[in-house]
């Protein structure tokens, strides 16, 4: 059966310090739209809900607006902006560059997202 469902209903919303992340299931996934203002980090805005050093989900997203630096743990860093599809491992911190809010769907990391360990 075909499933279709829009962020303008979403099933779970997040919020945290300058973001949020909308969530929905489809057939057993989640996909994610996370949108953060500028001025959000993941070490100073989400890294009190997960209580981990660094990101430890993985992220397979598609950035339709603004741009973020991502650093790994190993300090390699990229530069993702509007239009790229990113596969993101885990371990990593991320940042808004400019000041334009970033939006991005995310088609892996959803189910652990803005969560306690994750």
Request: net charge negative; hydrophobic share 40%; proline share 4%.
């Amino acid at each position: 059966m075909a499933t279709n469902k829009s962020f303008n209903s979403p099933e779970e919303t997040r919020t945290m310090d300058k973001g949020k992340v909308e969530v929905l299931n489809l057939a057993g996934s989640q996909v994610m739209r996370a949108t953060f203002q500028p001025g959000w980090k993941w070490s100073e805005c989400v890294k009190p809900i997960a209580g981990t050093e660094s990101c430890q989900v993985a992220h397979l997203m598609y950035t339709v607006s603004g741009k973020m630096v991502v650093r790994m743990d190993d300090g390699t860093e990229v530069e993702i902006n509007a239009g790229d599809v990113s596969s993101i491992p885990a371990g990593h911190d991320a940042w808004i560059v400019g000041d334009e809010p970033f939006v991005g769907i995310d088609f892996q990391g959803a189910s652990q997202y803005a969560k306690a360990g994750a």
